[in-house]
Structures are given as structure tokens and as C-alpha cells.
């Protein structure tokens, strides 16, 4: 059914008349051409398509529009600020903690929220806060030393 949802994405209100049972991701991706979240699994299972709403990692595959309504969304294009990246993202580009670079836009915002939770993680609470993500790379040695580095300079 065909509603009025609107929402914050990145720090702008937006107001869209769509089906509430759309995913997320689809409307990230086509109404609002915000590219950098990526499908993959359409099951919530390799985190690739992860945003933050309210602060927190969620997977825009398995989440419908309508659950965000009155929220705030944030995708990747949305964590710099006044065009200075991330420590996250600094640090990924430091640490050359990408290959394809596929997953990474989900890897940095599930980092994001797993450093909200806990400021200063070990490395085995950063391997296990990170586990539901997948690298098909191979380059999670190097994810998550970025993430150790971006939690030292975010203290």
C-alpha cells in the first residue's frame, strides 16, 4: 500500500510516496540514488548493505522503508562532515583495509556502531562485533587493525 513516509537521510528530511513494505536498500539505491549502500545477500547475512538509523548498524536488505519512518538514516555518503572523513574511513584508506571495496561502506558503518557501543575494544571483541560481516577479499586482518587505529583517534 501506497503511503506518505518521511524520514532524515544524511541530515536532510525527505518525504517519499511509495510502498512501506519496500527495503530500505532499494529506496536508498533508486529513489534517492545513494549508491554506496550495497546489495548482496538479500537476507541480512553479509552486512554489505548495513546502515546506521538512529546511530545504529541495521540491514537495509531485510529492513522496509516504513520502519524508518520519523528516523534518521545514515549510509556511508552520509558520515563525513564538512568534507572531513571519518576517523573510520581515514582509517580504512590508511590501513588499505579494502580490496574491491565492496563491502566496505557496510563494514565502516557496523565499526561505527560497534565503537558507539564500546570505545575502546579489544581486538577480539572488534573480530566478534565485525564476525556478521564478510570480506570476500580476505582483507579482515587489515579491517580490523583500521578499526583498532579509528578507536585510538576517537577516544
Known amino acids: 500500500m501506497r503511503g506518505d513516509i518521511s524520514f532524515e537521510i544524511n541530515g536532510r528530511p525527505v518525504r517519499l510516496e511509495l510502498d512501506g513494505n519496500r527495503r530500505l536498500i532499494w529506496v536508498l539505491r533508486t529513489e534517492l540514488a545513494l549508491t554506496g549502500t550495497k546489495p548482496s545477500c538479500a537476507r541480512g547475512l553479509c552486512g554489505a548493505c548495513t546502515v546506521l538509523v538512529n546511530d545504529r548498524p541495521v540491514r537495509s536488505c531485510v529492513t522496509s522503508v516504513e520502519s524508518v519512518r520519523g528516523k534518521k538514516v545514515v549510509t556511508i555518503e552520509g558520515l563525513a562532515r564538512?568534507?572531513?572523513?571519518?576517523?573510520?574511513?581515514?582509517?580504512?584508506?590508511?590501513?588499505?583495509?579494502?580490496?574491491?571495496?565492496?563491502?566496505?561502506?557496510?563494514?565502516?558503518?557496523?565499526?561505527?556502531?560497534?565503537?558507539?557501543?564500546?570505545?575502546?575494544?579489544?581486538?577480539?571483541?572488534?573480530?566478534?562485533?565485525?564476525?556478521?560481516?564478510?570480506?570476500?577479499?580476505?582483507?579482515?586482518?587489515?579491517?580490523?587493525?583500521?578499526?583498532?587505529?579509528?578507536?585510538?583517534?576517537?577516544?
Request: glycine share 10%.
Open 82 to 155: 564538512d568534507g572531513k572523513l571519518h576517523p573510520l574511513q581515514k582509517a580504512f584508506i590508511e590501513h588499505d583495509a579494502l580490496q574491491c571495496g565492496f563491502c566496505t561502506p557496510g563494514m565502516i558503518l557496523t565499526a561505527y556502531g560497534l565503537l558507539r557501543e564500546k570505545r575502546r575494544p579489544s581486538r577480539e571483541e572488534i573480530i566478534r562485533g565485525m564476525d556478521g560481516n564478510l570480506c570476500r577479499c580476505g582483507a579482515h586482518k587489515r579491517i580490523v587493525d583500521a578499526i583498532e587505529s579509528a578507536a585510538a583517534e576517537m577516544k
